[in-house]
Each structure stands twice: as C-alpha cells, then as structure tokens.
C-alpha cells in the first residue's frame, strides 16, 4: 500500500451516508461531500470532471460525525453503517465509530 494521498470522486444518492460510511474505512483521511451536477431527467449513469465539483456548506460536511444522535443519523445513517460493519467490518475504523454492531 502507498502512503501517497490520492484523490477519488464518488456518487452516491445520499451525501450524508455515503461521506459517514467511506469516513468510517480505514485508510480514508478526509472526506468533502457535495455534488457534481442536477438534472430534470433522471440518469442511469453519467461521468463528469473532478473539476465540476461543488463542496456542500461547512455545516454539511462531516454530518453524522459531528452529533450522531441527529435523527436522521440514527434512523437512516447508523443502520447502514451497522450492516458494513456487520458484513465488512475488517475493513472499517472501529474506534471511530459510536456504536458497536448488534
């Protein structure tokens, strides 16, 4: 493995569980989520430059690690954290994590 940061651009369709889920791997160090782009019609697939990038609000960034006990961080984030956990937890920093897996 290298020690050498690299750079990777991700889609997911929610910013707050997926930037909980790749800030809980281990390996990863820093984590920005916002969007690319929007669309009236609805895609399958799309590529587009890293340089389009919009970086959400400060207040956004880092969500369910800043107050996990946000609504929307039990109900929705936690749950899918726990179920990578549960199936790939090797993979995952545990000691970053709130909770435990059930």
Not at 10 to 16: E, I, Q, R
Not at 26 to 50: N, P
Request: charged letters at 20%; aromatic letters at 14%.
């Amino acid at each position: 493995m290298t020690s050498t940061l690299q750079r990777l651009g991700l889609s997911g369709t929610c910013y707050w569980c997926t930037e909980a889920i790749f800030l809980s791997l281990k390996g990863v160090t820093h984590v920005e989520q916002g969007w690319i782009s929007s669309f009236d019609e609805t895609l399958m697939t799309q590529a587009y430059l890293f340089n389009q990038f919009k970086l959400s609000a400060e207040k956004m960034q880092n969500y369910y690690y800043t107050d996990s006990d946000r609504p929307f961080c039990k109900n929705i984030i936690a749950p899918k954290l726990n179920k990578l956990l549960e199936s790939h937890g090797e993979f995952m920093n545990k000691d970053k994590l709130p909770f435990t897996a059930k």
